[in-house]
């Protein structure tokens, strides 16, 4: 019983940390965002500028991945999980400088990913159901 309640405190104690940390990346990340803003008047002047625009979109995938990473943080989930990693794919198949066959990997990475995010919820809609039907009887 002893043990269980120090488990249950170094729990705590990592969740609470977790927050803190999940903190400080929201913070780092509003930071980056308003040091950004300037830098939109240089992608309307550029326009027509590949090299710009795809610096612009490296900038809003990190954002975006920054944001669904506190999310994990924050409520550490499959779902928000799978969306992290659905991401980083995405954006290394956008941004990076791949192959046609790191293309075809990333393509099958992601079609792996949506598929086993949508047999877990499946089988956590159907578990639910069952759990659901049992407490009626």
């Given at each position: 019983?002893?043990m269980?309640?120090?488990?249950?405190?170094?729990?705590?104690?990592?969740?609470?940390?977790?927050?803190?940390?999940?903190?400080?990346v929201?913070?780092?990340?509003?930071?980056s965002?308003i040091?950004?803003?300037?830098?939109?008047?240089?992608?309307?002047?550029?326009s027509?500028?590949?090299e710009?625009?795809?610096?612009?979109?490296?900038?809003v995938?990190?954002?975006v991945?920054g944001?669904?990473f506190i999310?994990l943080l924050c409520k550490p989930?499959?779902?928000n999980t799978?969306e992290?990693?659905i991401?980083?794919?995405a954006?290394?198949?956008?941004?990076g400088k791949n192959?046609a066959?790191?293309?075809?990997f990333?393509?099958?990475?992601?079609?792996?990913?949506?598929?086993?995010?949508?047999?877990?919820?499946?089988?956590?809609?159907?578990?639910?159901?069952?759990?659901?039907s049992e407490q009626l009887q």
């Open positions: 019983s002893c269980k309640q120090v488990l249950k405190i170094f729990q705590k104690a990592c969740d609470i940390l977790e927050l803190f940390l999940a903190l400080l929201a913070v780092g990340l509003g930071i965002i040091r950004f803003i300037p830098h939109l008047s240089e992608l309307l002047h550029a027509g500028n590949a710009n625009f795809l610096e612009f979109l490296e900038n995938f990190n954002f991945v944001i669904e999310k989930n499959t779902e799978f992290v990693l991401f980083l794919v954006r290394h198949m956008i941004l192959s066959l790191d293309m075809f990333s393509i099958i990475g992601i079609a792996t990913l949506c598929v086993v995010r949508h047999f877990l919820q499946q089988h956590k809609l159907k578990n639910a159901g069952h759990t659901n």
